[in-house]
Every structure is written in structure tokens, then in C-alpha cells.
């Protein structure tokens, strides 16, 4: 049955069974790479993106309950054009191997539109479901902290 | 010996060659050429090349895995050093399999020294003995050696395209090449005008490079100073490729189910539910176990699952208790090394206190992030293959012979890897891949394991057992005698490399325990080989992993037992033994504010182990809180000789000592019934950002000699938290994971 989906403003059709999960609807039908797998059980958070504005772990959204704007990490900034948050992720340096940061900015982004100053605690609280085996997590905090201030200044 | 050092003179050389509106220089062998992997059609010219400069710019390889740990950025940093170009104005590539990007430092590690320890004699031997990976097809990113291995090469490669260039801006000018300068990218002459490299790049490669004289370092305006990564902005855009993200035209998605019971085949399944489920093209049979080839993973994974399968067994016992079994029976034999022994481990000496301790660790995972996988393209005459992998020489000729083909009939693409932490030098996702391929002739298919089947497939780091007895006296230490058991890493992953495995001694079994700097009059460390079929392999920092615990919980419970401070005891046996590894406990006391004292609900512990060249200091402290004992600081000190990249340092030094604490907190992987019975990060977690320590990082250069950074930051860590959990709680941590037996923070 063929679904419409709205990703980074973009309209896509898709035939696909209805529970096919949006994580490989992005990745294996529409060649957007950006977002990635790791458990498949929403217990990493390398496969975030936004419905709505709201971070969900796209490995547990079926295609037929996607009823929202999708936002990827495709649709937040380009290489030559940065979204503040990643602007900030690069003046920090924070990625190493850097497979879990797509679901890691996708994640940091829906906390500061939520809370724009957030504290340690909050940050902890938000970025707790995402792993990151390289160990980045003291950059992520100091680019969270970073990205904060550059938004507002915008 | 003459004989190798002048094959080793040979091999170094550096050439240039004509390529297509350009030049290329690199390295090539004097008397036996190797395979040109990067200009066809040239017979002669027998180029291995670093540097590409042509009308589009310049190119430079940097045939190292990024793995997360900078290589690609230091290593091109190494070559733009000399060469005068900005990082942000090149490209640099990965590049072919090729034999003349073998690694010369990781063969160097085995001579029987202890590292700390080695002689300048030593030194150059490794380094000549480091040729000889050539011949083994050493293309291998591992063993914390990239720098090491790169450091003079690089920079002579960089050093010769720039004299080159300059002599072709001299002649083209009628002036003499001393008389020139360059600068980003460009030759300037006395009158100012300047001339781009490429547009001298023709010129320059009909020009015999001169001979060449590196830099002082004194006058480094990349090297020594934090650089910004070249991967840095395709990994915070989604848009790096990584080998999960190839996209071919025509692609079709697979996943497998080998079987769980480790090594075991398959005796019989049944695919006719599967088949019929949709978007499944084709189910294969891979001989211990199946893949299935379908419209898109999902489908595939959905599809896997519905195939019934009977297993057969694996060839190992099939419970953890068994396994350990096995391990400790390996005591009962004669030890396979004994690679320190110094006075009379056996006498306990006249008026010393003895103590004795056994420890155990647990197999591990690595759970890199991205999950094992590779996409391969097989036309019948030629196979195509897209893997991030730590060992490009060894994946082309495995997949070459799986294929029935040639090497050169192989061409391998190295993408970024998600995480490698050792387990990407294997070569087994590459192989299931080019199986995948050959049955589907015609198609490209990505072959993605679920995290399933990676946690429950890898070649996990060996659980591991050690006894150990020591003596005190007089606030001392004055025996220590350690034996450690374990199936052999080495043993099993040269195994598969190289069809043959090492006989002796294994050093790299008993690193971490056998070569650190501690000045004990009557001392012995001996290794005992396990006879075990569970399959292993290299485990960010191998057998330091294990043994840095072992010997440093030991050192700390010495110290108890000696009425010492732990750190002041440690730094006491070191002092004269290795200035370098003193400097780094007597930084972490002075960061962390050490006085040996902690209120109540504090713990401090100190932690060090020496591995892969370089000593690391650990102070980390626990605090007793309502939810649990959360570890909230760290202090961690190292010295690597030469810091090329302070910044890359820290986030390594940082990112191994995460992974350590991950595995002492939770890591453990057993067995039940023959199969693994961890399945996904739930069940094999790792520290998360709100129980992750506040940590800072200081890095020495007193080392004599440059060391390793990407796993030394690893085996401290273990110990180190340990021994503060015992300053909490007054319980010695002997055996991992400790969440097992504390009560600490999730």
C-alpha cells in the first residue's frame, strides 16, 4: 500500500508493508544514510529523528504510524551550511568514530528547542538512551552547552 | 642482520611518477617492486604513492581505517607538515590494498623487550624487523601504531613532492630552488609571485626527486598542535559514509543467521516460511548458517527469523562454568612464557608478610556502534567489495580465494568504520559478503548483521584468570609472583590471517603484566596457554585488558598489606625504574589533589599500566549516593614521547578509559547451552553520559620514545576503579563485572 511521508520537507511515496519501521524506509528506500542503525530495539539512539519536533527512535515508528513531518539529520544542515548545533559539535571536535552523533544531535536538538539553557542534570536526563561506544559524552555535554549559546545569539 | 637493514634502506625510497596532468610521490622498493596499486599500465614505475597533486589539487593517502581515532587527520598532518598544504584544502583518501602500506611498527612489537626498557639499539631493530611485514602483508590499523609507523615516512614523503616542486618552480623561473619558499599549497619565488603546486605538478614529475633533510621540529606549524579533523563535518551532517551506508544501483539488502553455537555448522533448515514473506528474494545456504537476500533489511531481518534451523554443537564446553574450567586446568601444565623472571619468585623472603590473590575476567564484546557488515558485487570474473575494515591485504585474499578469483581480481573500498576497537581486523563479514555475492551474481548486495547476531559473533576478548602471590617487607614490595591463564589471542587471530599460528612463547598474552616498570628484587610473571575453541580476538588494548587489572589490583592490595599509601608505594618501586611512568602517577596525585585520605562516602583509587608504548596514570573517584556508587571524577595522566595531536590525544585517552570502565562496570559475555547469552545493549550495556565521570587529561613528552595512544587509555581504568570501590567499601574488586558485585549507578 503506498504511503506518503513529508521528510526534511520533501514528499516521498512508498510501497511498503505498513510495519516496516521508518529507520529502513530512510535508509534502504530513500538513500537517507544520515540516520543510523545500531540495536534495532531503541536502546542506543543512533537511529533518532524528529516526527513532529519530538526525538523518537525511528527503529520503532512503524510507516503507518508516522503521521507527522519527518526531520533527519539531512534536513538540520549541510557541510557547507551548519545548523548551530553542529556547528558547535565541530568547533568542539566531538566525534570519533562517529556513527552514533546523527541520533546524538537529533536528540540534543529536541532538548534545546525544548529547554534552551539546559543544565547538567537535564542533559544527563536527555541524552541518557544515547550510547556512544567511543566515549564522547564530556564533548557532547560541552557542545550541548555550546549550541545553547550560539542559538541565542542567533 | 646487515641483510636487513639494507633491505630496509631500499624499501624506504621515495619516487615520483607521471600520472595524468600530474605527479605522485611515494614510496617504492628498490629490488623487488611491488604492485602498483594506484597507476595501471606502468610496468616500471613501481609507486606506492602518499601524495597525488593534479589539476584538481592535491591528494593525500593516508591508508590507515578511521576508526574514530584521528589517523586519517594526524597521518595527512604528517605528510602536510612538510609538504605546505592545509589540511582544509586537500583531500585525503584511504586508498587500495597495497603492500607498501604495510605497517613497521607492529612487527616491531615482537622483540622479547618490555618496551619501557628498550634501547636505542632496540629501537632501530624494531624498525628493521618492521620491514619484514611486507612480506605478511601487514596492512594493518591496530596496535595503537599508526604514528609510530608514519612518523618519519610521511614526513619524508611530504618533505620530497615539496623539494620537487620547488625545483620545477626553479627551472621554470631561472633561479635556484634554495632561493624559493612554499606555502600553502604554493612555491614563492624572491619577488613574490607565487605558483600553485598543480600547475607545477606536470613539470615536477619529470624531475628526479632530491634528497631531503625533515624539518626541526621547532618549526612544526601542524604537528604538535590540535587539529581540526578532516572527517569532522561529514560526521556532523549524517553525510560520512560509512561501509553500512554504501548505496549501489540495483542493490539488494541481506542479513544472516550463523550458528550460535560458535564454530558449529548447520545440520538441516527450512527457509519455506521465509520464502514466502515479503520483499525475500533468495535464502542462501552459507554451510553454518543462512542469509537472506531481500528488498530491504528489515525485511530481510524479519525473514531470517522465520527460517527454522537445526544446529549443530560447538565445539566447546557449553556453559560459562565449563569454559572457566578449561581455562584454570591450563595452570596444571607448564607455562608457555615466563617472560620476566628476576631473583627467587619461589621463597618468600625471611621476615616478609606474604599475600595471595586470584582474580577473574569475564569474555567481552566490542559492540562497535555500527554492526558488523559489508556489500560486495561479483560480475564472475571480478569481485567488488565495500568493507570497513582494519586489515585491507588480508580481506582482499580471503574474499579472493572465497570467490574462487585472484587478488588483484579483488578491488576493496575501505569506508569509515563505526567503531573498530580491534574487531574490524577480522575478516569474517567481508567473507559472508563475498558468499552472499557469488549467489547473486550480477548484484550488489549489502549483507547487515542485527545487532543479534553481531553481540552473539564476535571474537570476543578471552576471559581470563590469574593467581598471583606476593610479599612485603618493611613498607615494601619484595616478591611478586604473577601467573595469568587465558586462551591465546595471537595464536587464534594470526591463525586466521595467515593460515599458521606462532609457536613460542606468546608475549603479547602476558603485556600488561610481564613488562611493567617496578623496581621488585624477586619477581616472575608466567603465561598459560587455555586449550579452548571459543572464538577470540584483539580487544582494544588484547591481553593488557586483562592483565593491567590483574597486576594492578595486586600492586594496590601490596600496598595495603605494606600499611602504604597506593600511589606513594607504586611511584617508590618506579622512580628508577622508569622516570617517564613516575611522572605520570606524580601528575594524576598532583591534578586529582591526592592525599590518600577520603570522607566518608568517597573512594579514590589509582590505577597504571604500561602498554603499547606508553605509561598511563589513573586517579578516579566513587561517591556513595542514593541510586548507587556513581564514579564522578577522573584524573588521567600519559606520557607518549611526542604528542603529535594533544587534542586527539585526550579524546582518546578519554574514549579508552570509557571503554575500560564500560567493561569493568558491565561488560560480560557468557554461555549457556553453547550459545551467548547476551543479545543487545540491554543486556551488555556500557556507561552513558549521566554516569560517565567529569574527567581531565594531561599529557607528558618525557618518554624517550613515541608511544601508542588509541589503547593505553583502556587497561588503567579497570584497576583504577577498583581500587576506589575498595577505599569506599573495604571490598576488594577481584572479579569483573563489578556490577555484580557493587551497587553502582545504572
Known sequence: MATTLTINGNRHQVDLPDDVPLLWVLRDELGLTGTKYGCGVAACGACTVHINGQAVRSCQVALSDVTGEVTTIEGIGTPDAMAAIQTAWNDHQVAQCGYCQSGQIMQAAALLAEIPAPSDDEIDEAMQGNLCRCGTYPRIRAAIHSAASLMKEA | ?746
Open chain 2, 1 to 746: 642482520m646487515s641483510r636487513m637493514r639494507t633491505i630496509a634502506r631500499r624499501t624506504f625510497l621515495i619516487g615520483s611518477a607521471a600520472i595524468v596532468g600530474g605527479v605522485a610521490f611515494g614510496t617504492y622498493q628498490y629490488r623487488k617492486p611491488s604492485p602498483n596499486p594506484l597507476i595501471a599500465g606502468q610496468g616500471e614505475a613501481a609507486l606506492n604513492p602518499f601524495v597525488f597533486i593534479d589539476q584538481q589539487g592535491v591528494t593525500l593517502i593516508a591508508p590507515r581505517a578511521e576508526m574514530g581515532q584521528g589517523v586519517r587527520t594526524t597521518w595527512a598532518a604528517l605528510i602536510a607538515e612538510e609538504l605546505d598544504v592545509e589540511l582544509d584544502a586537500v583531500t585525503v583518501l584511504h586508498g587500495p590494498p597495497a603492500k607498501a602500506y604495510y605497517n613497521s611498527a607492529l612487527l616491531g612489537e615482537v622483540l622479547p623487550n618490555k618496551g619501557y626498557d628498550i634501547s636505542a639499539f632496540q629501537h632501530g631493530l624494531a624498525e628493521v624487523i618492521g620491514v619484514a611485514g611486507k612480506f605478511i602483508d601487514m596492512q594493518v590499523t591496530g596496535g595503537s601504531s599508526s604514528m609510530r609507523d608514519g612518523f618519519t615516512r610521511m614526513r619524508e614523503a611530504g618533505a620530497t613532492a615539496r623539494e620537487t616542486l620547488k625545483q620545477a618552480a626553479a627551472d621554470r623561473l631561472g633561479v635556484d630552488r634554495e632561493t624559493l619558499s612554499t606555502k600553502s599549497g604554493q612555491v614563492i619565488a624572491p619577488d613574490g609571485q607565487t605558483i600553485p603546486y598543480a600547475d607545477l605538478a606536470e613539470a615536477a614529475a619529470l624531475i628526479d626527486p632530491p634528497t631531503v633533510t625533515l624539518r626541526d621540529p621547532a618549526k612544526w606549524r601542524l604537528l604538535g598542535r590540535n587539529q581540526p579533523r578532516v572527517d569532522m563535518a561529514g560526521k556532523v551532517t549524517g553525510t560520512a559514509q560509512y561501509g553500512i551506508d554504501t548505496r549501489l544501483d540495483g542493490m539488494k539488502f541481506a542479513t544472516l543467521r550463523i550458528n550460535p553455537k560458535l564454530g558449529g555448522d548447520m545440520a538441516s533448515f527450512d527457509a519455506t516460511q521465509a520464502e514466502k514473506m515479503p520483499g525475500v528474494e533468495k535464502v542462501i545456504d552459507l554451510g553454518n548458517g543462512i542469509a537472506v537476500v531481500a528488498s530491504n533489511t528489515w525485511l530481510a531481518i524479519q525473514a531470517a527469523e522465520a527460517v527454522e534451523i537445526v544446529w549443530q554443537k560447538a565445539p566447546y564446553p557449553p556453559e560459562t562454568d565449563g569454559i572457566f574450567a578449561r581455562i584454570n586446568d591450563a595452570f596444571d601444565d607448564d607455562p608457555n612464557s615466563t617472560m620476566r623472571e628476576e631473583g627467587d619468585a619461589e621463597t618468600v623472603p625471611e621476615g616478609a608478610t606474604m599475600l595471595q590473590a586470584t582474580y577473574r575476567v569475564p569474555f567481552l564484546a566490542h559492540a562497535t556502534m555500527e554492526p558488523m557488515n559489508a556489500t560486495a558485487l561479483y560480475t564472475g570474473e571480478a569481485l567488488e567489495l565495500w568493507s570497513g575494515n582494519q586489515a585491507p591485504i588480508f580481506t582482499q585474499k580471503t574474499c579472493a580465494e572465497a570467490a574462487g578469483l585472484e587478488q588483484e581480481a579483488v578491488t576493496l573500498h575501505t569506508p569509515y568504520l563505526g567503531g573498530g576497537y580491534g574487531r574490524r581486523g577480522e575478516l569474517d563479514f567481508s567473507v559472508y559478503a563475498t558468499k552472499v555475492a557469488l549467489a547473486m551474481q550480477g548484484v550488489p548486495v549489502q549483507v547487515t548483521w542485527s545487532r543479534e547476531e553481531d553481540m552473539r559473533h564476535d571474537f570476543y576478548r578471552p576471559g581470563a584468570l590469574a593467581r598471583f602471590r606476593g610479599a612485603v617487607k618493611d613498607g615494601k614490595a619484595v616478591m611478586l609472583d604473577g601467573q595469568i591463564a587465558a586462551p591465546s589471542t595471537s595464536q587464534q587471530a594470526m591463525f586466521r590471517w595467515l593460515g599458521l599460528s606462532p609457536g613460542g612463547p606468546d608475549k603479547s598474552h602476558v603485556d600488561g603484566a610481564f613488562n611493567q616498570p617496578y623496581a621488585i628484587p624477586n619477581y616472575r610473571i608466567r603465561g598459560y596457554l587455555a586449550d579452548l575453541d571459543v572464538p577470540i580476538g584483539f580487544w582494544r588494548s588484547v591481553a593488557a585488558s586483562f592483565n593491567g587489572f590483574f597486576h594492578d589490583t595486586f600492586l594496590d592490595e601490596m600496598a595495603i598489606a605494606a600499611g602504604r599509601d597506593p600511589l606513594e608505594f607504586r611511584l617508590e618501586l618506579m622512580r628508577e625504574e622508569h622516570a617517564a611512568s613516575a611522572g605520570t602517577l606524580e601528575a594524576v596525585r598532583e591534578m586529582s589533589g591526592w592525599t590518600g585520605q577520603t570522607p566518608d562516602g568517597v573512594g579514590r583509587g589509582v590505577g597504571y599500566t604500561y602498554s603499547f608504548g606508553t605509561p598511563v596514570a589513573q586517579v578516579i573517584e566513587v561517591v556513595q549516593e542514593p541510586d548507587g556508587i556513581r564514579i564522578a571524577k577522573a584524573w588521567i595522566a600519559c606520557d607518549v614521547g611526542l604528542a603529535l595531536d594533544p587534542g586527539t590525544i585526550e579524546a582518546q585517552m578519554i574514549g579508552g578509559m570509557i571503554y575500560g570502565l564500560s567493561a569493568a562496570c558491565f561488560g560480560e559475555i557468557s554461555f549457556a547451552d553453547g550459545e551467548v547469552e547476551q543479545f543487545n545493549f540491554p543486556d551488555y550495556d556500557a556507561l552513558r553520559m549521566h554516569n560517565t565521570p567529569v574527567t581531565e587529561v594531561r599529557v607528558l613528552e618525557a618518554s624517550k620514545y613515541m608511544g601508542g595512544v588509541g589503547e593505553p587509555g583502556t587497561p588503567p581504568a579497570m584497576p583504577a576503579l577498583g581500587n576506589a570501590l575498595f577505599d569506599l567499601t573495604g571490598k576488594r574488586a577481584r572479579e569483573l563485572p563489578l556490577s555484580k558485585s557493587f551497587d553502582l549507578l545504572m
